[in-house]
């Protein structure tokens, strides 16, 4: 089962770092099949990860996650640890990493935090930051005109059901995750592109029910910046951009806050 998600006051009461940069990358979807991605992050982990006093992972961190005991799989194993461990040597660096779980590794839990140093982080969740209310989501809670995938992601969230998948075979779990990425992608390539994007009477439903200044999000691929304006409020919707091996290289982007200042910057290879 997953781990109970940190709550609003946890995140907030934390003791400021000395380092005072907040980190935000998402849907790197790490895979075995992806060398070229896993080594940026484990580049980026060694390196630029290390400047700042908290990273936030949005979700979908892994392509696929079939339960913690991953880890103990001998086919993606190697690699699995590799993350983890370079997780973990980034907290006892003095980095604090933050973990959200995406729609790709939602069974994400608490044998994998402990083994990262992550702490869960709840999905939405709401933090101050430089005197500003920040909602932090994945972002599929967002795209609701999808209603297959949102009937979908209620069936996969229920905790029994979880408790059941995670009672298969660990090998039984890994056909089915496979055999769920290749329809995920043939029903993907099917839809209207709006479909798959946020609906904005869900974004203006969530960002008042949190009285938000900043909503950070992922999942759509999508990255950019969104003014949204409501009644007596004004927000701005910031779309991280997911991480992609394209023209032999890694196309890789975070999100900076330090001191009420935000700014873009690439992900860099340390090669």
Avoid at 138 to 165: E, M, S, W
Avoid at 166 to 180: G, K, N, S, T, V
Avoid at 201 to 213: E, F, N, P, S
Avoid at 218 to 226: A, I, K, L, N, V
């Amino acid at each position: 089962m997953t781990e109970s998600a940190a709550t609003v006051d946890q995140i907030s009461d934390q003791t400021p770092t000395p380092r005072t940069q907040r980190l935000f990358i998402s849907d790197l979807h790490l895979d075995p099949d992806q060398p070229e991605i896993l080594a940026h992050f484990l580049a980026f982990l060694r390196g630029r990860a290390r400047s700042a006093g908290e990273l936030y992972i949005l979700g979908d961190l892994f392509d696929a996650w079939i339960g913690d005991d991953a880890l103990d799989d001998p086919q993606v194993a190697s690699d699995y640890r590799r993350v983890t461990a370079s997780l973990r040597a980034l907290h006892e660096a003095g980095t604090r990493c933050w973990l959200m779980q995406g729609n790709r590794d939602f069974l994400l839990g608490r044998r994998f935090a402990r083994a990262s140093g992550c702490r869960l982080l709840g999905d939405p969740s709401l933090v101050r930051m430089a005197d500003q209310s920040i909602l932090l989501m994945h972002g599929d809670l967002l795209c609701t005109d999808d209603i297959a995938y949102q009937r979908f992601r209620r069936r996969v969230r229920n905790p029994l059901i979880q408790k059941l998948f995670l009672l298969r075979p660990r090998q039984q779990r890994l056909r089915i995750a496979a055999d769920y990425r290749g329809r995920s992608r043939a029903a993907t390539a099917a839809k209207q592109r709006a479909i798959m994007d946020v609906n904005p009477r869900a974004v203006i439903k969530y960002i008042a029910r949190y009285q938000a200044d900043r909503l950070i999000h992922g999942h759509t691929h999508r990255p950019g910046d969104h003014p949204v304006s409501l009644a007596q409020h004004q927000c701005l919707r910031q779309v991280l951009a997911d991480w992609r091996y394209a023209d032999g290289k890694v196309q890789a982007e975070l999100l900076v806050e330090e001191k009420g200042r935000w700014w873009r910057e690439p992900v860099r290879s340390a090669v």
